[in-house]
């Protein structure tokens, strides 16, 4: 399926300005003032990770016994990698030369930030996957199994078709709304697009998940859920199909909130699969889009 780019209008009545701090992977721009658009600019802070010690715990027992043991472990997951960050800027009011009539301060962050493989041109991206344009947000609604299977075969989270043994595969991670995980904010993606009580306008359920505070598991903030522009691109055979469908990542913004770093406030916090082979060629790039509201 042909994807079809962005319009840009003469005039642009609205234009949001943020200084985003995020890690990120790329960032393209998109110019429709009404949906979802690239971020001005953007630093790179650091990262976190889960390092473990390379030592083991010595055992040394009576012999001509049998030992029970019981151990305890944690393992750092290679098929996803998180983002988290805050965001300023200011709101404006302006003309198609960046002409500014008006500036708004931003105070309060509110809105929504936008994952996904697709960029402004189609091409391959990393291990056979590749970007279907910028995606059609008027068209967005709520990823559904179909899709979420064939992206879990694309990532390699799974050792085969329908299976959903691997705990952190990505059908294992993002349950169904009302079987296991309840939505708990609404949201509007440009002016046609929404999922509200975690079902978008077309009364389907989302796959969504909450992302931790304090290390602690939670239902209330840091929301984060998959939807798809009713589009996709065909790519090379990945057990018996070659259909990509155009996935989008959405996480709503919560403003100054505590965070999975405990005495640490962000705006956003996010999570994105990555391959789940061993070896894999490459990382998995992501474009970030973002909407204030």
């Known amino acids: 399926m042909t994807k079809r780019s962005n319009e840009s209008g003469t005039a642009k009545a609205r234009i949001i300005y943020i200084v985003l701090i995020l890690f990120v992977l790329s960032i393209v721009y998109a110019d429709n003032t009404i949906e979802p658009s690239a971020p001005t ?34 393992q750092t997951s290679l098929k996803w990698i998180g983002y988290a960050g805050n965001i300023s800027g200011q709101i404006v009011l302006q003309g198609s030369g960046d002409e500014s009539l008006f500036r708004w301060d931003l105070v309060t962050v509110g809105g929504e930030i936008y994952a996904t493989k697709e960029g402004p041109k189609n091409g391959a991206l990393s291990d056979g996957i590749e970007g279907g344009g910028i ?27 329908g299976s959903y043994g691997d705990q952190d595969q990505l059908l294992s991670t993002f349950i169904q709304q009302g079987a296991g995980w309840t939505a708990s904010k609404d949201f509007y993606v440009g002016q046609n697009a929404f999922v509200i ?3 978008d306008q077309d009364g389907s359920d989302c796959y969504g ?11 209330a903030l840091w929301q984060e859920v998959i939807m798809m522009d009713l589009t996709y691109e065909e790519e090379v055979a990945i057990e018996g199909t070659n259909l990509q469908w155009d996935l989008v990542y959405v996480t709503t913004l919560e403003n100054k909130s505590d965070s999975f770093i405990n005495g640490s406030v962000f705006d956003w916090q996010m999570i994105l699969p990555q391959s789940g082979v061993e070896f894999p060629t490459s990382n998995i790039p992501f474009y970030f889009y973002i909407e204030l509201q």
């Open 135 to 161: 995606p059609e947000w008027e068209n967005l609604v709520c990823a559904n199994l179909e899709n979420l299977t064939f992206e879990t075969k694309l990532m390699n989270h799974s050792i085969a078709y």
């Open 41 to 74: 600019s953007f630093e790179y802070r650091g990262n976190y990770s889960g390092a473990r010690a390379n030592g083991s715990q010595i055992v040394n027992k009576t012999r001509a016994s049998i030992h029970t043991i019981k151990l305890d472990a944690q």
């Open 197 to 199: 009580n975690g079902k």
């Open 209 to 219: 998940l909450h992302l931790n505070i304090n290390e602690t598991n939670q239902s």
